[in-house]
Every structure is written in C-alpha cells, then in structure tokens.
C-alpha cells in the first residue's frame, strides 16, 4: 500500500499569493494526478505526471521520482482557486489517494 | 465533453434499506471505481470493474456490492444501509491504466 501524505492540510491565502501544496508517497509509482474538487463534490483532473513538470494556465506540477514528492503551485490566485486539492497515486492498478489540502483564496 | 453521470446528488435513506447508486460513462471507458470519501480518510476505493461482469474487491468493500452488467452502467448496491455508510460517494472511469481518468460530481448519501 501506498502511503500518501499532504500538506498542509488547510491553507488560507490572500488573493494575489503565490501557493505550493506538497505530496509526498512512500513506494514507487507509475503515475501522480492533482485533482481539485469543488464544494458540492466534483472532482477535475488537473494534472497527470510521472516525471518533471507540468504547467497550465497559473497551476504548475513538479515531481521528483527519487524524493517521491510532488508540488502543486498556483501563481497569482484567486477566490475561485477555493477547492479542495487532491493527490493521488497510481501503483499497477490500485489509486492511492492523500486526504487532500483545503484552500482558501480571500479577495 | 466526457461525462460521468451519478443519478443522484443528494439522497436520504433509512436504515435497513438497499441502497443503489447509478454511475454511467459516456466515454467507452473500460475501467469504473466507487470511491467513498469521508473527512480526514480522503478518498477509498470500494470497488471496481475493469470489464463488463468483471468485479474487484477495493479497499473497504464490506457491506457494499457491485453490478456491471453494461460497460456504461456501474452499480454500487448498499444491501442493509448503515447509519456508518453516510458519505459522499464518488465515481470514476478511465481506459486503461491512467488515460481519460475521470469523476462524476458526487451523491451524497445520508443514513437515518
């Protein structure tokens, strides 16, 4: 089983403010997606890695496979940026899921 | 645009009730999971189904089952619910390995 570990587990950011949330995961992995879910349940992927970096639009993704770690940023945020943040792991056929990092933008 | 599609938002049932949760794919998908997730537990896999008539136990599949009898449609099914089963239930699908892996919106499930 993979053990995966976020942090920090609430945030609260002014707007404008630069933001990581980190991931980090305890055996190897085939893959790693970011996921955001909204108040009210839906989940989007935002990002798939298995190595290096991954931007789009403001939400840039880094991982290192020998740290096992990842890093999500998001530059310049902004309220609507307010979402839970999800890590996950992927191992042969089994996703592993951190208990997410809950971020709150403030205009 | 992809679509996975959970019949219900919110639900309320009593205890003792079987319980089912409708998930349907638009994508062709091979691959469909029920998740639960809960505060500070995160997401846990239930089941899922790599196939039609195909089934694998997750991580915490007691008390739940599941049907597939259409690639499209995947059934999670509460027996007896349980007051302990009020959750947020999720499901997703994917191709193979991580390709097009994507969740529907959610039904919140409350067990009186």
């Known amino acids: 089983k993979n053990e995966v570990e976020q942090s920090p587990q609430n945030l609260t950011a002014q707007e404008g403010e630069f933001i990581t949330i980190n991931c980090s995961y305890s055996?190897?992995?085939?893959?790693l997606h970011w996921l955001q879910q909204h108040p009210g349940g839906g989940i989007v992927s935002l990002f798939m890695?298995?190595?290096g970096k991954k931007k789009h639009g403001r939400l840039i993704a880094t991982i290192n496979i020998q740290e096992k770690h990842s890093s999500l940023h998001i530059t310049a945020s902004h309220p609507r940026d307010s979402a839970v943040y999800i890590c996950?792991?992927?191992?042969?056929?089994?996703?592993?899921f951190g208990t997410g990092t809950s971020l709150t933008v403030i205009p | 645009d992809v679509k996975v599609t959970q019949s219900s938002r919110y639900l309320v049932k009593r205890t003792g009730e079987k319980v089912f949760l409708e998930c349907v794919q638009d994508?062709?998908?091979?691959?469909m999971f029920w998740y639960r997730q809960d505060p500070g537990l995160g997401l846990r896999l239930i089941y899922f189904?790599?196939?039609?008539?195909?089934?694998e136990k997750g991580d915490i599949p007691e008390g739940y089952s599941v049907s597939r009898e259409k690639k499209e449609r995947f059934s999670l099914i509460l027996e007896s619910a349980s007051t302990n089963q009020t959750s947020m239930y999720l499901c997703?699908?994917?191709?193979?390995?991580?390709?097009?892996?994507?969740f529907g919106s959610g039904t919140r499930l409350t067990v009186v």
């Open positions: 189904s790599y196939d039609v008539k195909m089934k």
């Open positions: 996950a792991t992927r191992t042969g056929n089994q996703f592993y």
């Open positions: 997703a699908s994917s191709l193979w390995g991580d390709y097009g892996y994507t």
């Open positions: 055996v190897g992995i085939s893959a």
């Open positions: 890695l298995s190595s």
């Open positions: 994508m062709d998908h091979e691959n």
